[in-house]
DNA sequence: TTTATATATCTAGAAAAATAGATATGTTAT
DNA sequence: ATAACATATCTATTTTTCTAGATATATAAA
């Protein structure tokens, strides 16, 4: 758990959303079929579709953020589907709260 | 309060450090002798002896925690010293805990 | 009032990030 | 096997950030 690392993304406005948006998938996208819920999270393609940019921007950001540990990804067929990680979120405001 | 923008600030691992730094003044810098203690901060020339970076980064550095509400500058003299803002600090970490 | 000192601002170059189009990869459906 | 589709990666361009040297400003000292 990087403090620069994670702060990074959270430096631009869109990831912070993409980042909010995931905290509750139900009210922010339109329902995933097949799969039950959105236990694994949402796929790429609806979060691009909220955010406007294009797809290679979109996977770009949420590459970066699963590499800071933010999101988790989880492949189901052709999709990809991304869910917060909690406890890094936990971990890094945590850390802010004591170290900083 | 700007998340993104003070999140910018964060991402850089000398500016957290000097944030860092700052809640210890009498621990991390050497003593001030004219004015009372460090009821108005560390002066720039300190913080840039620590940082090993250039005079006009760390002002830059400085100008731009500033701008983000993180440190309160105060010039006494020829020297402008900095504390940080404890109330904007807090309501970043309380914002973060709250809407990320 | 000249000189020295601390800090800020300006200028510029190098490095990193944002962004998108094109292409590659992996999966499903036909 | 082929076609269609979702996502990732590659390539390139534009924008932003990092960094420092040079210069400007403000204050204090001589």
New interface residues.
């Given amino acids: 758990m990087e403090?620069?690392e994670i702060?990074?993304?959270?430096?631009?406005?869109t990831r912070?959303a993409i980042?909010?948006w995931l905290k509750e998938p139900e009210r922010n996208f339109p329902p995933h079929q097949d799969i039950d819920h959105f236990n694994d999270g949402v796929c790429v393609g609806y979060i691009q579709d909220k955010t406007g940019l294009s797809q290679s921007t979109v996977s770009t950001f949420l590459t970066s953020m699963q590499n800071a540990g933010l999101v988790i990804p989880t492949r189901h067929g052709k999709w990809t589907y991304y869910r917060r990680d909690e406890r890094t979120?936990k971990a890094?405001?945590d850390a802010?709260?004591q170290?900083?």
């Fill in positions: 403090i620069t702060s990074k993304v959270l430096s631009n406005k912070v980042l909010q979120i890094y405001i802010l709260a170290k900083l």
